[in-house]
């Protein structure tokens, strides 16, 4: 279908085409794409980005977080296109401005640029975890830019212990529609988190339902921060939402984002008219595509009645009529025929059932039920196998040893440390995308860390002095130079 609206996005939908004539339901997956607009050009005065960087006492151990975090914030910031407005702010029981000074947005350029990433060298680790107190001041700053696409990147290695949980879930609901966010996650090399997967799933849900990556491998924290930053300032439109029209046949199971993360946006739904509903979806670049599980409970009919039980759009205008895929089923006695999954939706619901188990698999170690842990995560251990998520399959071996990958054959290691199973819980959302794939565009490979470097007075192992800020090829800035 064209693009709805003049936006640069795309709608499809998949689903089986025959019913029980006693009633069932339809499972449809909605495919948005989005779409190169005719206008190529991108108002990058358009886009506010804010930086919260995790930096509570436990940055400091090691040091190695801290330095790592304060690299990656300053290559995001380098990323910047000039006309961008962003802040970084520090996240300890309390959220503090590190640029600018006070609490406002500055307006990227190559000045505020260097500013800013001088302003990191100030930034040291202390305190406690307060995730809801940083939101809030990211979205007190970005109400300053209520014409601009905002977003988020929130890097943490700890969990909300200094908020009550009830607090945190209220600054993220205030936040819902205001901006998208993306979560990096830090933990070790041998696997342990000491952050809280169920937060930071949260967090991700309500705000844009963005995979949330745990990170283990420090060097390459400033290349995934670039790489979160470019895809954020190309992105065009904000608000979108998928809405779903039924007819009297039908209701509304549950709509869940399948696609790059699963999460379940059934509870987010608004009223848009008599048998509508809007689920919010975020904002979109012409890069991106999700796809979408809408389960619709229909009524029993007559063998061989056929009949549209429902529409799916997506659209960013209210006052607008968004472009609709019809969704048409056909009632019969034939078991065959109602029988067969369509193959998109056979492909989500695998890897849903995967999370689950892997969530159910957990959930049941940490209470102690080992043998019904064992079921859930030999579960979750065929499934990824047979799916060839091998990386998974490794994840859980932290927590079970693994007899029989095909047949789900676990043992649960004793003594488990939960922190062990923080990544396996975020990673268990990341979905594989159904249909061809497209060859990935060709790109250069990401440069390594430069070699040992002298500026300030001190021999450097990061892209950026950790003095004053300055990126290692400006070898004509005062004390630069190889050692």
Known sequence: MPPANGLPLRLSVHHTEYVPADGAVVDVVATVQGAEPENGDVRHDGLAEVILLDSSGSMGAPQAKMRAARQATAAAIDALPDGVAFAVVAGTAN????????????????????????????????GGTAIGTWLLLARRLLATRPDAIGHVILLTDGRNESQRPADLRAA???????????????????????????????????????????????????????????????????????????????????????????????????????????????????????DYHVALEVDAMAPGARRRIGWVSVHADADGEPVEAPITVEWTEDALRYSEINESVAHYTRQQDYAAAVQRGLTAARAGRTGEAEEHLGRAVALAHAAGRDDDVVLLARVVEVLDAAGGR??????????????????????????????????????????????????????????????????????????
């Open 410 to 483: 676990v043992r649960l290691k004793p003594d488990v440390d939960a922190r062990l199973t923080q990544s396996s819980l975020v990673v268990s959302h990341h979905t594989s995308r159904w249909g061809p794939q497209e060859p990935p565009a060709q790109r250069s490979a990401p440069a390594g860390p430069p070699a040992p470097w002298r500026h300030c007075d001190e021999t450097q192992t990061g892209a950026y002095c950790e003095g004053c800020g300055a990126h290692h090829l400006a070898a004509d800035r005062p004390g630069a130079g190889r050692p």
């Open 172 to 290: 993220v609901d205030d936040c819902v529609g205001r901006f998208t966010v993306d979560c990096r996650a830090i933990g070790s090399a041998d696997g342990v988190h000491d952050w809280d997967a169920a937060e930071l799933l949260g967090i991700a849900e309500a705000l844009g339902a963005n995979p949330v990556v745990p990170v283990e491998d420090l060097a390459g924290l400033a290349d995934e921060f670039r790489a979160v930053l470019t895809r954020a300032m190309s992105r065009r439109v904000a608000g979108v939402r998928l809405r779903v029209r039924t007819t009297g046949l039908t209701r509304v199971r549950f709509v869940k984002q399948v696609h790059p993360a699963i999460a379940d946006l059934t509870g987010r739904g608004e009223p848009a008219g008599e048998l509508t509903t809007d689920y919010p979806i975020g904002a979109w670049s012409p890069h991106d595509q999700r």
């Open 95 to 126: 959220a503090t401005m590190v640029y600018p000074g006070d609490r406002r947005l500055a307006v990227a350029d190559e000045s505020t640029r260097a500013a800013a990433r001088n302003a990191l060298r100030h930034v040291a680790p202390h």
